[in-house]
């Protein structure tokens, strides 16, 4: 009886058993292959879609509809932007596009342009985007799918009309416009006409006057029959045939003249204009000439080292888009304006400025350019039309992030993101969270001699930082032993002592099992001046950016073409290209590097000399990285040996 029982009670367990396994099976079947009635993200973003302009909605403007407010020239980042709209769900601005409407007149007259393939893509682009959101509850900015790129048939007071009935519309708040050519006849002015409230306005021409610097976006002029257009490849550390040309029809009679009598004086300057056609109407972009000469567009400017940008109608210039595109040095001589990009992009790196009045100065200012400095320069201006101005795609991305950079500071893209191009074999060594756990503290590597009083001092000194886990004595002298252990600092940090075989400066560079976290701090033994909040300091700016060395004194290379050899400036300047190892925090991973695989030649050169071996480091760290070092600036100057010259 008591067998039958306990069959029967498990019977029931197992049957139960079973019907929970079936039901759960038919459960994650229906919810596996029923077809889902929610929607992808990415399937949001596929239902923007530019319909047949044939079959969008007819909206009407009446002409007593009030339009939009002028635009308010006093907005900032922080007074016509909501941001409490934005990161809703990430990190990231959303942004919506409003449906695609056919905007008419009382007269049954077209209001709005109609759409460019330019503005098409500028929509498209943004529409595939991970910054989409077809939600616009959820939207951080929104985008009128008004195409007002050219302000040159564009009825200005009538789209303001149109802004000002958008459903969310709110004074412009949060509201994105994209316009390249701004201002029309007599006046050209450097923004946008249309009344447009608080809205934020990515423009083609602004000046200094009229840029809301921080709250508008400038960005290039942008070329789509030059854009199209395949160009050979060229070393970029070719000579060139032509110092400078200038390319550009219609600019200013004074501009002209001035171009023309350093062409009558230079023969290497190149001076371009329309070429004459017995039909005026006529107009052969790809063709550019000299008197009878003719010369194919843009292709003539890989002839040159330096493009001439000069103002006409509009300060913003199609031509300096068409010089990055051909690895031409662009030379602005546009006084006041604001340059694409301006925001994230250091144009000292990729172009020459010069004022207006210093024109005829040209030859004189060019000739200080050195041939390094032109190679660097083709290079970076490559880099910028490639990742910036190539594409109208690219043109309206690269606004978004801008304007996301501002949103999320703490997110935004680096200076190096930005501005450095990317160098093959540069890789990031580490295998480490972007910022290492404060908890492991750093090695504090100090290398000595016989200098015994100053060393005690500075491991009296560094042991009251609350971060340091270890000081490691490196005793580079072979003929006279370490003092004895009773005579040490008595201090509250473990203190370990090595004693090198040899006398040598690399010695400090030396990968010790005793160097047992992920940051090492290199200290000379009379650096007396560092207190423990500023190596606290150092030590957290270089958690947040570990594979750079981060130092203290600072140190400047530059090309001396008097001398033809490296200079290398002691003095304090406000540029900065190196930091000396005799104070500075960097990851031990470039010990390894140092000792083991940097090339040997260089460690015996600084081992027979004795000196150079920060400079070594330094570049060794950039090599690897793509990254240069960085600056910490302490209360007091450190003192440091100078050198003046090395090869």
């Given at each position: ?42 399937e ?65 007259i ?21 910054f989409?959101?077809?939600?616009p ?20 007071h ?68 030059v ?37 009558n ?31 194919r ?18 300060l ?18 546009i ?7 301006a ?17 005829e ?20 201006a ?65 290398l ?31 003929e ?60 957290e700016?270089?958690r ?35 930091v ?35 400079i070594a ?15 910490v ?15």
């Amino acid at each position: 009886m008591i067998t039958m029982r306990l069959r029967s009670k498990y019977q029931n367990f197992y049957i139960v058993l079973f019907t929970v396994i079936l039901f759960g099976v038919i459960v994650t079947g229906f919810f596996q292959f029923w077809p889902h009635t929610q929607e992808t993200e990415r399937e949001r973003r596929n239902l923007f879609t530019i319909p047949d302009l044939n079959s969008v909605p007819e909206v009407k403007i009446l002409s007593t509809s009030q339009p939009a407010h002028k635009g308010d020239i006093t907005c900032s980042h922080y007074e016509c932007l909501d941001v409490y709209r934005c990161g809703k769900d990430a990190n990231m601005i959303s942004v919506y596009i409003y449906p695609v409407k056919k905007y008419i007149d009382e007269n049954g007259i077209i209001i709005t342009n109609t759409l460019s393939k330019e503005f098409h893509e500028v929509l498209t682009t943004i529409a595939s985007s991970s910054f989409y959101t077809a939600e616009p509850e959820k939207a951080c900015l929104f985008i009128p799918s008004i195409d007002m790129l050219s302000q040159n048939t564009l009825r200005t007071h009538e789209n303001g009309q149109v802004l000002a009935q958008l459903p969310r519309w709110n004074h412009g708040l949060n509201h994105l416009l994209f316009n390249i050519l701004p201002g029309t006849v007599p006046d050209f002015n450097t923004s946008l006409d249309v009344p447009r409230g608080k809205a934020i306005v990515a423009g083609g021409g602004f000046s200094t006057w009229t840029y809301r610097s921080g709250f508008d976006v400038s960005i290039p002029v942008f070329n789509p029959e030059v854009s199209l257009i395949l160009l050979p490849e060229v070393d970029i550390k070719a000579d060139r045939k032509y110092l400078a040309i200038s390319a550009q029809i219609g600019i200013h009679p004074d501009f002209r003249d001035e171009l023309d009598d350093l062409a009558n004086s230079h023969s290497d300057i190149l001076i371009l204009d329309r070429c004459e056609s017995g039909n005026e109407d006529e107009t052969d972009t790809s063709k550019m000439c000299k008197g009878n000469d003719q010369f194919r567009y843009p292709h003539v400017l890989q002839d040159a080292t330096f493009c001439i940008i000069l103002r006409r109608a509009r300060l913003g210039q199609p031509a300096l888009s068409d010089a990055l595109k051909a690895g031409c040095i662009p030379v602005v001589v546009i006084d006041t304006y604001v340059m694409p990009f301006a925001d994230v992009l250091d144009w000292t790196r990729a172009s020459i400025s010069i004022r207006e009045e210093e024109l005829e100065r040209l030859p004189d200012i060019l000739s200080l350019t050195s041939s390094t400095q032109i190679q660097l320069m083709r290079k970076q201006a490559l880099f910028y039309w490639e990742n910036y101005f190539k594409s109208m795609g690219q043109i309206a991305l690269t606004t978004l992030q801008i304007i996301n950079d501002r949103i999320f500071p703490y997110m935004k893209k680096s200076y190096a993101s930005w501005n450095e191009p990317s160098k093959e074999n540069t890789i990031s060594p580490f295998f480490l969270p972007k910022m290492p756990p404060k908890a492991e503290g750093f090695t504090a590597v100090v290398l000595t001699y016989n200098r015994v009083e100053s060393l005690f001092k500075i491991i009296r000194e560094i042991a009251k930082t609350p971060s340091l886990s270890k000081i490691l004595v490196v005793w580079n002298n072979q003929e006279m032993s370490p003092p004895a252990a009773t005579t040490w600092p008595k201090i509250s940090k473990p203190l370990k002592v090595v004693q090198t075989k040899e006398n040598k400066l690399s010695n400090r560079f030396y990968p010790y099992d005793e160097i047992e976290t992920e940051c090492v701090l290199a200290l000379d033994d009379d650096i007396l001046m560092l207190n423990p909040d500023e190596l606290e300091f150092g030590y957290e700016v270089w958690r947040e950016f570990p594979d750079r060395l981060v130092g203290y004194p600072g140190r400047l290379h530059t090309w001396d073409e008097a001398t033809g050899k490296w200079k290398y400036e002691s003095e304090w300047t406000s540029s900065t290209s190196m930091v000396l190892s005799g104070a500075a925090f960097y990851h031990k991973y470039f010990n390894f590097l140092y000792t083991h695989r940097m090339p040997s030649v260089i460690k015996m050169w600084v081992d027979e000399n004795f000196n150079c071996e920060d400079i070594a480091m330094n570049f060794l760290i950039s090599n690897v990285t793509g990254k240069p070092p960085m600056k910490v600036t302490p209360k007091k100057k450190i003192q440091m040996p100078r050198m003046h010259h090395y090869r």
